[in-house]
């Protein structure tokens, strides 16, 4: 062991004229712990809402949307079959997308409808997986078996949220209005058309939820008068963090006037703010670990001053500055690894267990500190990411490292004969 090393562990010890030095190296040490836990579970919480969040909205869009400007797609089977056979693209399904109204007894709702072909959308979407009622393909309307009959309505699928905005239940007519209907000579008369509700989804997003509902491709292009046409093609892809690349490649392959957006384009907004906001809760916090270095600076200061005469013999004895100023280094960093290490165990201790101590927390006090209800989530989460408890770990030991330097390097440069003067 080398010597600086070995008295920058022995001043850490406490003698009984020197008690009060060890408490603020006590808080120090504390200082450090607490910053470093708050940092991991903060960053693990917010990372565990983010990946739920692309989740739900992954779950519910495609990865690509291929458009045409200015217009409809017409002849999209040639279109969907090119779109296959980029490399990179999964499956690929036609969707048509209108806003209409919904209208239930005195309850009217605006919402954005949207056309699926029920055999290829759950290979691009997870709409099928999010049906809490009825199945996907209820939307496809089978004839009635008598000519006598009445043609059954078709189908639609809405939200839970809107199905408990409009009080619907799964079996229910409603009436969905579109603004863009006939021409008559009193002037536009909006198209108005009965459907039944054959099932209710929950994505788990309220924006979601609330303000979408899905029939089947066929009646949306009967309803919006649309014939062979759809608005766009959904594509799921095997990267779904490299979907720019893939934009640009299909953008380069069909051209003008089609066009490629992905999912990150179209949530660039909620995405950005994710981010920043976790950036900016980095820093706050990093700003506790800035206080305890505070501690650890005024820690060696103090130590500096008892250990005046010790300075002054050990370079008497042949110990150069860089030696000396090496040994309060040692003595902080101990100081700031020591607090790093237990913060590091005890933020991944809560993190990794955190919906357990949230529940216990909550019977313990009555008071509901998560409410599903109020968040569209079944769990608190928390995603402890290693490259985030790396970068927390090397700045709180940086931070500890930079707080030694002042005092150090006053001690190197403290001369024996004044040290020695008053002993």
Known sequence: MPYELFIGLRYLKAKRKSTFISIITFISTAGVTLGVMALIIVLAVMTGFEEDLKDKILGTNAHIVVLKSGGVIERYDRLL????????????????????????????????LRGIDTRTDPLVTNLSRSLVEGKLSDLDVAPPPLAAQAPAKPGIIIGKELARNLN???GDTINVISPMGNITPLGMVPKMRQFKVVGIFNTGMFEYDSTLAYVSLGEAQDFLSMGNTVTGIQLKVSDVYHTGTLVREINRELGFPYYARDWMQMNKNILFALKTEKMVMFIILTLIVLVAAFGIASTLFMVVLEKTKDIAILKSMGATGRSIMKIFVLEGLIIGIAGTAIGVAGGLAVALNLEP???????????????????YLDHFPSKVVPSDVLLISV????????????????ASRLPPAEALRYE
Not at 90 to 99: G, H, K, L, M, R
Not at 363 to 369: D, K, S, V
Not at 395 to 410: H, K, M
């Open 357 to 375: 101590i949230v529940g216990f927390i909550q019977r313990m006090t009555g008071f509901e500190l998560f409410s599903k209800d109020v968040y």
């Open 168 to 170: 619907l239940f799964t």
């Open 81 to 112: 079959a090119q779109l296959g056979r980029v490399q990179g693209v999964v499956a690929e399904t036609p969707f048509i997308y209108s806003q209409v109204m919904l209208s239930s007894g005195n309850n009217v709702s605006g919402v954005v």
């Open 395 to 410: 700045t709180a030991i940086l931070i500890s490292l930079v707080a030694t330097l002042y005092p150090s390097w006053q």
